[in-house]
């Protein structure tokens, strides 16, 4: 691997994105270029200036990180090549010598403000919650300003790199909490893996009656199980929609080609934005047992072939 490629993150340093993103070997071993920004990866990797972006797509309590859906859509022309599913566990820290009781403002990205509602209710009720850039950016913020009354919700990655002393541990509404992460790239479509995921994007030529309906019909006609479908504002007039769907399959399985070109062709315009690999221990145990299915199917078939009919 060339020691001069490069993924871009939403950072700073710091941030779950940062951490999902270390759990991946061999896009860790490229240099790392936080942003301040989804948009900002978004365009450095359709601009060329790196080889693969990484950043959030979807929480499990917040539900779509809705500046990374809408630049995949609208903005940026590029695919996704990867998922990755990380566990979130938040933490609430301050600068040395505060205490929770002293707290009166609590920084840090909506999304996680919105993760802990249920602890920020209980015990810091009358705070006020101010948002930032992402949870890193606000330990970051925090460990240089060493405001008073003040604590930031973060990663606990965050709260050693920018010196503060944690306050409270994982204040998460949800214990099961989880951020879908994504691998981008200007271009291409990893290989089939067993177990993998197609998303895109329909636009309604026209808003008539059953529109949606057709489009949901070419899963349906081929028992395509979607995995998501979500509904977003083209921005270009009142009620004027398109559709996000992933589904599970992959973009070479015969299948799958056909559907995309019959909608492609007869239902709606259509963007692609990538098939992958599904994450996960499920994911993994499921592509396992495909594995094994497929060798016991071909086992079947081999059998059936050599039996001889006797006359």
Known sequence: MLSNRSVAYFGPAGTFTEEALLTQHDLASLQLEPKAAIADVLRAVEAGEVDFGFVPLENAIEGTVNATIDGLVFDADVRIVREVVLDIHLHLMAPEGTSIDEVTTVISFPHALAQCRGFLAEHLAGAEAVAANSTADAARLLGKSKA????????????????LNILASSIEDHSD?????????????????????TAMVCFQDADRPGSLYAILGQFAARNINLTRLESRPTKQGLGDYCFIIEFEGHVADPLIADCLAEMAATVARVKFLGSYPVDGLEAATERAALVERRAEAKTWVHDLLAEELEV
Not at 148 to 156: E, G, L, M, S
């Open 177 to 197: 909490n989880q951020t879908r992460f994504v691998a981008i790239a200007r271009r291409g479509v990893p290989p089939r893996s067993g177990h993998d995921r």
């Open 148 to 163: 008073a009354a003040t604590a930031a919700i973060a990663p606990k990655l965050a709260a050693e790199l920018y010196g």
